[in-house]
């Protein structure tokens, strides 16, 4: 049993994730596509930015609250939807949710998690969630997933809009990712070195795509899901499509994966709600810039306009306030609860949060603000955001 209390950052979670997870799983998180150069951009960009100290000033009665989409929670933040939660921790989204809800903040469900959106709403007690869509050929399944997500309680949709292709991960394909692993050699070997994930996966019934299987048409078991998956995601995906999905829902609706000024226009053109500066955790375009250095002149252009939200490679609660800071009104957290929910379940994920907006309000007051609602451009040194700038 892992003690938490000595668990001071995000990287000691990655650090036992990596021990207790299956190799695939944790590489299918932790990885980007090719050469890996946008994943490791959004972290090294964010250390590039320096924070500007000031002191004597009064640090009482700090505050992490805000207000995103209307409703009021315990930081800025959100967590990111993430596929295949439930093979890095059996029955994970449900952890994940139950961590969100106690730390105060939304909870984002992938429509690739292994916990159904029923499955999440029921082991919450139906508290409100976030569900994340992509646009797919089969709009019948699309919009049952829409109207499913409405009596789940959902309070947003997440429209993932980078996902038209799918970008090349060298390890997922090397490790031949599957749910749930294929029985080859190299899988069972590594297997036997993961007691712990083996024995909570032989206890739980949920192994495989929950929001899918048993909803799709033809799709009864994997081996009809790995053919329907392949052929399901829309390359043809385009603004009206997006109009259209916002009709259908009629709720708020947030656009995922914008990394162009002039796209984030569009995205209000739609009537978006919100949009999330994000490059898919550098899963896609690699190549493309981080999210930290896209986020400055798209909250610039239409930041007024709509919510500015981002994502990709935060790892402390400083590159929450370096985004903040920045422009974004929130930020989605990913690989960092993902971290903490291989390495210790649903107390690893609310962990994981207690660090990050730990670091949050000590960060926000060494550069002399006691309300994050009061952080802007001016707590960073404007020498250091030049590699952003240029």
């Known amino acids: 049993m892992t003690d938490l209390t000595k668990i001071?950052?995000?990287?000691?979670?990655?650090?036992?994730?990596?021990?207790?997870?299956?190799?695939?799983?944790?590489?299918?998180?932790?990885?980007?596509?090719?050469?890996?150069?946008?994943?490791?951009?959004?972290?090294?960009?964010?250390q590039r930015i320096q924070l500007r100290q000031r002191v004597a000033v009064d640090m009482s009665g700090r505050s992490t609250r805000t207000r995103l989409l209307g409703k009021e929670y315990a930081m800025p933040a959100a967590t990111a939807p993430v596929g295949l939660l439930g093979m890095q921790h059996a029955d994970g989204e449900i952890h994940a949710a139950r961590a969100a809800k106690a730390m105060g903040i939304p909870f984002t469900l992938s429509t690739m998690g292994i916990c159904s959106l029923e499955d999440v709403a029921e082991a919450t007690d139906r508290h409100p969630f976030w569900f994340q869509l992509y646009v797919m050929r089969d709009r019948e399944f699309a919009a049952n997933l829409i109207e499913r997500a409405r009596d789940a309680n959902c309070e947003a949709l997440v429209l993932t809009l980078d996902l038209q292709v799918m970008g090349q991960r060298h390890k997922d394909i090397k490790n031949g990712l599957s749910t749930p692993p294929r029985p080859t050699l190299a899988n069972l070997l590594n297997l036997a070195t993961k007691p712990r994930w083996c024995l909570d996966m032989l206890r739980t019934r949920r192994r495989t795509f929950g929001n899918i299987v048993g909803h799709a048409k033809n799709v009864t078991d994997v081996s009809s899901l790995a053919t329907w998956t392949a052929e399901q995601f829309d390359p043809r995906l385009n603004w009206s499509d997006v109009e259209r999905i916002k009709r259908q829902w009629g709720g708020k609706l947030i656009l995922k994966g914008i990394m162009d000024v002039e796209d984030a226009r569009l995205a209000v053109e739609s009537g978006a709600d919100a949009l999330v500066v994000s490059n898919h955790g550098g899963r896609q375009l690699d190549g493309a810039p981080s999210s930290i250095a896209a986020l400055p002149p798209i909250a610039n252009a239409v930041g007024d306009k709509i919510e500015v939200w981002m994502d990709g490679g935060i790892r402390t609660g400083q590159d929450m306030l370096k985004a903040r800071a920045l422009g974004a009104r929130g930020v989605m957290l990913g690989r960092s609860i993902v971290y903490g929910l291989a390495a210790a379940g649903?107390?690893?994920?609310?962990?994981?949060?207690?660090?990050?907006?730990?670091?949050?309000?000590?960060?926000?007051?060494?550069?002399g603000h006691t309300h994050i609602d009061q952080v802007g451009r001016d707590i960073l040194i404007p020498k250091s955001l030049q590699h952003l700038l240029d």
């Open 8 to 46: 001071t950052c995000v990287e000691d979670l990655r650090v036992i994730a990596r021990r207790r997870a299956p190799r695939m799983f944790y590489d299918y998180a932790d990885t980007g596509s090719y050469t890996e150069s946008t994943y490791r951009a959004n972290e090294a960009d964010f």
């Open 346 to 367: 649903e107390a690893g994920v609310y962990r994981a949060l207690e660090i990050l907006q730990k670091e949050l309000d000590v960060s926000m007051a060494f550069c």
